[in-house]
Structures are given as C-alpha cells and as structure tokens.
C-alpha cells in the first residue's frame, strides 16, 4: 500500500513539474516584457541580455505615458473593442442557438462557412473593407474599426456559442415553454443565464482579437481613432527601436486584459460546468 502511495505521490509530482514548466514556458516572454520595462535604457540595450534590471527605473514609463495622444489611443482601444464584443455577441448568440437548436443541413453549412472565412488572411480584406469604410464615412473612427475587427472575431464566437448551446439540455427550453414562455423568452430566461460562462468566454476572445488587432488598425486609422498597438509601433524612429518605453506601454496596454479576466473569472470556470445539469 506504501509503495502504491509513493507512486502515486511521483506521478502528481512530475504532473505538477510538467505543469510549471509549461506556464514558466508561456510566462517568460510577458516576464521578461514587464522586467524590460523597469530598466535603464543602457540597460535594455545590454549585450549580452540580463532578465532582471541592475537598477529598478520608472523612467520607461513616464516617457510612455508623456507620448501625444496615450490617453486618446487607449481610450480608442478600449471603445473599439467593446464595440467589437458587443457586435460579435449580438450577432453571434443567435446565430449559433438556431444552429444548435434546429440543427438543419443549412446551419451547419453556415457554420463551416463560418470557419472558412475565419481561415481567410485579414490582409486580404483589408483592401475592400477601406473602400467600403469611406463609402459609408466611417474611417478613422472607433465604429469603422470596431466592424473590421468583428470580422475576426465574428466566425469563432458563433463556433463557441454552437458548443455551449449544444450542452445545454433541451428539456430546460420545453419546460419554459410549458410555463408560457416563447423560444425567444426561453433563450434570454434560461438558457443565456445557464451559458452565462460560455458568453463571458466568447466576450473575452472577442475582446482580445479587437485588443490586440493591428492590420485593420493601421488600414482604418489616422489620428482620431489610432489605437495602442500603432502608437506603440510608432516607437520604432530613424535611430532605432526604444525598447524601453515600448516595453512600459506594452505592460500598461495588458493590465486591463489581465483585470477584465479575473473580474470574469468566476463565469468562465462556471463556464466549466454547462453539461452538469441531470435529469
């Protein structure tokens, strides 16, 4: 029985290794993007590289936060990227509750075709869509922006909100509908409050893909609407990278990812439990 015990104890123990070398593998970059951040500009320039800083700085970040236009590019990233969560998830959650409640030939056609566009480079539309931007005056504003980047998001919302619908009992939707209400009722009373996980998981991908979007970016905007990934492009000059405060503001612009994933964090591990209702 010890010996089984011990075994056991070795096996949890390389699992747990294994485990914390994967997230130290996935961690270091940002670390070391963070630690970057608080150096002196010698330095960040030092050959060869030191993870940690000989002299702890915030010099980086006052030169970040005294660029023009910091406060109008986050204020810029943050509104688009809500637009974008919010199109892709009124768009998204009842497209994928007809697939995955009708489950006609049709709807699963869409939802391929929804891969497949999903697949397509963004480069490749990004062309067309400036020219349908100046056609409708939206260019360089956060609206224009917000609906290029739902084109990235759009397509695996639905396939998201297809598998969270799919685990929902169906039961759960006839016994709404005994109690009088319709299948549009059923959907806002009961089913979205049980996929409630599910939504704050597709709102989080959907934020990131609008968060950390640069193409339709640089395409779509000039000044009023310029997001934080192209005024943190802008820190590449003649005389070369500034990697210093390039790093401070890659450090501010992921704090607020960071917080909406631990206010959301409760759903998405309630996310976790959507094929746990019995009958």
């Known amino acids: 029985m ?19 070398g994967v997230v130290a593998a996935y961690a270091f970059p940002f670390l070391y993007l963070m630690l970057t951040s608080f150096k002196t500009p010698s330095d960040a320039l030092a050959v060869p590289p030191t993870i940690l800083p000989k002299v702890w700085s915030l010099e980086n970040f006052a030169k970040a936060l005294d660029t023009p236009g910091v406060t109008a590019a986050f204020i810029n990233s943050i509104t688009t990227a809500v637009l974008s969560t919010v199109i892709s998830l009124v768009l998204a959650v009842p497209a994928a509750y007809a697939v995955s409640r009708f489950g ?17 480079p963004p480069v490749a539309i ?18 224009g922006t917000a609906i290029a980047h739902t084109t990235i998001s759009l397509p695996l919302s639905i396939w998201l909100m297809v598998s969270f619908f799919e685990a929902v009992p169906a039961e759960l939707e006839d016994a709404a509908k005994v109690d009088g209400c319709s299948r549009m009722g059923a959907l806002i009373r009961v089913v979205l409050p049980v996929v409630s996980g599910g939504v704050a998981v597709t709102a989080i991908f959907a934020f990131l893909a609008s968060w950390n979007e640069f193409l339709f970016a640089l395409l779509l905007t000039a000044v009023k609407a310029q997001t ?7 820190f590449q000059t003649q005389y070369g990278l500034q990697w210093g405060p390039m790093t401070a503001m890659a450090t501010l612009y992921s704090i607020p990812v960071i917080l909406l994933t631990l206010v959301l964090q409760r759903r998405i591990v309630a996310g976790l439990t959507l094929g746990a209702v019995k009958g």
């Open 104 to 120: 006609t030939v049709s709807g699963r056609v869409f939802i391929v075709v929804a891969l497949v566009t999903r697949m397509v």
């Open 228 to 234: 934080v990934p192209i005024l943190i492009a802008n």
């Open 2 to 20: 010890t010996a089984v015990l011990d075994r056991l104890a070795t096996k949890r123990a390389l699992l747990w290794a294994l485990l914390l």
């Open 126 to 143: 990004g062309v067309p869509l400036i020219g349908m931007m100046k056609t409708l005056g939206l260019t360089d504003t956060p609206v």
